[in-house]
């Protein structure tokens, strides 16, 4: 090497030297600092030089007016997750010319691209950094502004869309850009609604973050007790990749995946988190290993059962089945449900394992199936928890299953994609109480000792449809939690809901076996037929003034000779006709059972007047040819509401009905709000021109955790006759007590309510007050 000719090293030092000379004084530092690290490591100078010449070009170009800010977030833009763009030439070329035109453009648009460019807004790969170039040219030569919308909101738009999907997002936005430019810019920005809406139309995806609320609600609702939806990623992501895992519950935890796009449109991967939802609470319901999945001692199914690969696979292929078919029986609407997620499973990944083998024969509910799985399934479902199933490893029907599928001790079960892992090794912050795990070990003992009750008590959640229960629903066994409506509470003081806070649930009385009462008011209830027999030729009407009809009004016939002397061709308006007036109603008679209904009037108590009243009521309605249900509430707290249903509007008043009403007794508390709005969902659906609630209470909302000193349970009924007034129901209250009239007229505005000053008199005054509502 001569004098003459300088090293490559020299060249790039003098180069380096002019450049930093060439900027700002105050940015000099920062620059040189740079730009040694960039050369030391190698990403500039030997080997690098049709990078290194386009580097030194841009800095260059700090002569420009104000340009020194654009350099600096140059030199900030290439960190480690840029670097890699210095070695593809082409590419960094691209992305440095671009920016540098937005600069030109406007100032700010440069500093802010260079900005995006080292937060990696513009992608990870190759790939996606020369799709975003592509489509910025495209832009920029349309509109500058909408390009670097577009540019602010590709970050989100790449992390949910393919290529395709973002070409149809483009034109969506070019072509709201061509109505407003405003509104065009923030479609493309995201920050539109309608950018939403059209992401999730484009991707067919469905997040975890838009269901949780949902899938959480629903989980209180079947479990009845809080459990938390959460991310899947928040766990061990190693392990979770190598086991497949998708769903992971863990005592009070359910992790989901963040989001799932398995099907090419949104409605079948919503129905995957119901699915995992769902069968997440069949297991914690059946007390299966999820119940206890987390606690120290029970980090995986192993800490049950041992590291038998056998045991292992046989333990958590039980436990699948024996919930899914607790879902299957216990929640009938989630059937189908059911059976879909376990086809799709099947066509997706067939079984070709022992174990898989035996899954799908003993969870798919087909009745025709081997001896071994039906007499395994007779025996399985008869288990209530891990411990019991756990239990049932080695006895003797296990056999021939061990027979009949070769090869269970080989190969471990692989996961399922809507099925918890019970492999996963996990912990909670807060675990399962031990009392709660030591009650699930004793299980199988308390059982043994109530075999001679077992069909009265577990047994008959499990096999009631064979006894005739012809709704195909169960019986509810000790403990086992049923489905639930879930509701919000309007909190005044802080002006706004409490989400998905009550939890009411249905029940269907049994008739009364005492049934004195209906001899006691059969004098009443004649007197009360003869009242409504007497209103119900008032429901046929004659349609006067008619030009023509079937027979003739006598004094309009007169009025109109008269008018004939007058005017030479009067109006013919003397003719009429018969019109029945047809009354489109539906009303819901909402009695208050709760524990102040049992105190004592003159020689009866409270709630026998409300039963009197009601069968009273219910005699008039048929007669009028109303349609009407009867129901009650009650209830212990805002997630033990009660809402008890003695007569559906599709059901006929009969002695059943009647029966069932009188079956009513005082309970605990009295909770409105929930009742109320339980009583707007049952109507809402019906169509009617008229829809009435007709309240029955003691106008006094009490129940745990209402606060005696303010009126948060009056605000809370109000806001529930508002919502239901909303829905076209109107609501009115008769109230048993004398309560202030202030708080009357707070929670039934409009004066829509009455105070009954004697009780005694409600029977005969129910009627007449219903005649003056709905005539």
Request: with cysteine; glycine share 6%.
């Amino acid at each position: 090497m001569t004098e003459a000719e300088p090293s490559a090293g020299t060249q790039l030092a003098r180069q380096h030297v002019f450049s930093v000379q060439s900027v700002c004084w105050g940015y000099r530092s920062v620059f040189q600092e740079t730009i040694e690290q960039l050369v030391e490591s190698g990403q500039l100078g030997a080997g690098r030089e049709r990078v290194t010449r386009r580097f030194f070009d841009l800095l260059r170009t700090s002569d420009q007016r104000g340009f020194d800010h654009v350099l600096k977030e140059i030199i900030r833009s290439l960190n480690a997750q840029t670097t890699w763009m210095l070695e593809i030439p082409q590419l960094f070329f691209v992305v440095t010319e671009i920016g540098h035109e937005f600069a030109k453009e406007r100032l700010h648009y440069g500093m802010d691209y260079f900005r995006l460019l080292g937060q990696g807004a513009f992608g990870d790969t190759p790939t996606k950094v020369r799709n975003l170039m592509t489509w910025l040219r495209r832009l920029r030569a349309q509109d500058p502004d909408l390009a670097f919308a577009f540019l602010r909101g590709y970050r989100r738009l790449c992390d949910r869309l393919t290529p395709r999907e973002i070409e149809r997002y483009i034109e969506q936005g070019v072509t709201i850009f061509g109505r407003n430019p405003r509104r065009g810019c923030d479609f493309m920005q995201g920050l539109l609604k309608s950018a939403e809406h059209t992401i999730e139309f484009l991707s067919a995806e469905c997040r975890l973050e838009d269901i949780k609320s949902s899938l959480e609600s629903l989980l209180r609702a079947l479990v009845g007790y809080e459990v938390e939806v959460a991310d899947l990623g928040q766990l061990d992501s190693d392990f979770l990749i190598e086991r497949g895992s998708n769903v992971v519950c863990m005592y009070r935890w359910l992790y989901l995946p963040s989001r799932i796009r398995a099907f090419e449109e949104a409605p079948p991967n919503r129905l995957i988190y119901m699915l995992m939802g769902v069968v997440a609470a069949g297991m914690l319901a059946e007390d299966s290993f999820p119940r206890i999945h987390g606690h120290p001692e029970y980090r995986t199914c192993r800490d049950v059962v041992g590291e038998d690969i056998a045991s292992v696979n046989l333990l958590q292929i039980f436990e699948y089945a024996r919930a899914l078919r607790t879902v299957r029986r216990k929640w009938p609407g989630a059937r189908r449900l059911v059976d879909w997620g376990l086809d799709l499973d099947f066509r997706n990944h067939p079984p070709t394992t022992a174990a898989e083998r035996l899954f799908f024969d003993l969870a798919s509910g087909v009745e025709n199936v081997s001896p071994a799985i039906r007499q395994a399934q007779e025996n399985l479902y008869a288990c209530h928890s891990v411990f019991e199933t756990a239990q049932q490893l080695d006895a003797d029907w296990c056999a021939p299953l061990r027979n009949a599928y070769p090869g269970l001790a080989e190969t471990p079960l692989r996961t399922f994609a809507f099925l918890p892992d019970f492999l996963y090794p996990g912990e909670v912050d807060a675990p399962p109480p031990d009392a709660l795990v030591a009650d699930l070990r004793d299980a199988s003992k308390r059982q043994k000792k109530d075999t001679g009750d077992a069909e009265k008590d577990d047994k008959s959640r499990q096999d009631a449809t064979s006894q005739g229960d012809q709704a195909g629903e169960e019986k509810e066994g000790e403990g086992a939690p049923t489905a639930a409506f879930v509701y919000d509470e309007w909190c005044q003081q802080e002006n706004d809901y409490y989400r998905d806070y009550c939890l009411l649930r249905e029940r269907r009385p049994e008739e009364a076996s005492d049934r004195s009462l209906l001899n006691e008011i059969d004098d009443e209830v004649r007197k009360v037929r003869r009242v409504f027999e007497r209103l119900k030729p008032e429901l046929l009407r004659r349609e006067k003034h008619l030009p023509e009809g079937d027979s003739i009004d006598h004094d309009l016939l007169v009025n109109y000779l008269v008018q004939r002397h007058k005017e030479p061709s009067p109006r013919i308006d003397f003719y009429e006709k018969p019109r029945i007036s047809r009354r489109d109603l539906a009303v819901l008679l909402l009695l208050d059972v709760s524990g102040s209904t049992g105190e004592d009037l003159v020689q009866r108590k409270v709630l026998d007047v409300e039963k009197h009243a009601a069968v009273i009521l219910g005699e008039a309605l048929n007669l009028l040819g109303d349609r009407f249900s009867i129901c009650g509430f009650s209830g212990s707290g805002r997630k033990n509401c009660e809402y008890f249903i003695y007569k559906e509007l599709a059901e006929d008043w009969d002695g059943s009905a009647r029966a069932k009403i009188l079956s009513a007794r005082p309970l605990s508390s009295t909770r409105i709000g929930p009742a109320l709005r339980h009583s707007g969902y049952r109507l809402s659906d019906v169509d009617a021109k008229q829809r009435l609630i007709l309240l029955i209470t003691d106008g006094r909302p009490l129940d745990t955790n209402y606060d005696p000193g303010t009126r948060y349970a009056q605000y809370d009924v109000r806001k529930a006759c508002e919502e239901n007034q909303a829905l076209g129901i109107a609501t009115f209250c008769i109230s048993t007590l004398e309560n202030p009239i202030a708080d009357m007229e707070l929670m039934f505005p409009g004066g829509r309510y009455c105070v009954a000053s004697d009780l005694s008199a409600l029977p005969r005054a129910l009627p007449k007050l219903y005649t003056r509502l709905t005539f």
